[in-house]
Structures are given as structure tokens and as C-alpha cells.
Nanobody, 122 residues
Framework: QVQLVESGGGLVQAGGSLRLSCVISGRTLNSYAVGWFRQAPGKEREFVASTSRSGGSRYYADSVKGRFAISSDNGKNTVFLQMNTLKAEDTAVYYC???????????????WGQGTQVTVSS
């Protein structure tokens, strides 16, 4: 069984940085494309970033381009989301997700993590 466990969320001031981690167990990292979604209160879950199995392709939502960076450590079966220049509107629960292709959408995600809260104070 595949499990995704996120960590690294917390409270940060606007302009600050956080790094989220997602450890994947049950399959090796190169079995899936992996990405991050987020969901703010009262809003739908939205795509943030994803990386292909090989790490050669990466996608970002327009709202985070230039501020967030996704990376992976295949040896540790871990995917990271480095978040810089955080804004109040980045406040949400962030979910790690794994699926069959790098163009991740909620409808094709095969596995979800439990989520980690990120709160950005203005």
C-alpha cells in the first residue's frame, strides 16, 4: 500500500519561507508523478506543482511560479516544496499527491497524503 506523509507546515509571516516534505512509502518515487495541491477554507482543492517520475518535467500553477520550487530526492523517496516570498493567500492545507502522469488533476490522483497546514500572517 502506498502512503504519503507530509511535514513542514506551520505559521510564517508574509515574505517568509517554508519547505514542505512528502515521504512516499510502499512504492519507489519513480513509479509515479508526484505533486502538491492546496485547499483553503471554502475553496476547491487546487493544483500547486508537480514533478515527473524522472524529475525532468515540472509544472507550476501560475500563482506560485517564481516563488515555489518542487524537487525530489529519489534515494530518500521524498518530494519537497520550497515556498518563498509567501503571501497571505497561500494559506491553505497542502496535500501531497501521486498519480500516473505529471499533468496532475484531482480526478487522476491515485494517492493523497493527509495534508499539512500552512498559515501565512500578513
Amino acid at each position: 500500500q502506498v502512503q504519503l506523509v507530509e511535514s513542514g507546515g506551520g505559521l510564517v509571516q508574509a515574505g517568509g519561507s517554508l519547505r514542505l516534505s512528502c515521504v512516499i512509502s510502499g512504492r519507489t518515487l519513480n513509479s509515479y508523478a508526484v505533486g502538491w495541491f492546496r485547499q483553503a477554507p471554502g475553496k476547491e482543492r487546487e493544483f500547486v506543482a508537480s514533478t515527473s517520475r524522472s524529475g525532468g518535467s515540472r509544472y507550476y500553477a501560475d500563482s506560485v511560479k517564481g516563488r515555489f520550487a518542487i524537487s525530489s530526492d529519489n534515494g530518500k523517496n521524498t518530494v519537497f516544496l520550497q515556498m518563498n516570498t509567501l503571501k497571505a493567500e497561500d494559506t491553505a492545507v497542502y496535500y501531497c499527491a501521486a498519480g500516473p502522469r505529471v499533468e496532475l488533476r484531482p480526478t487522476i490522483v491515485a494517492y493523497w497524503g493527509q495534508g499539512t497546514q500552512v498559515t501565512v500572517s500578513s
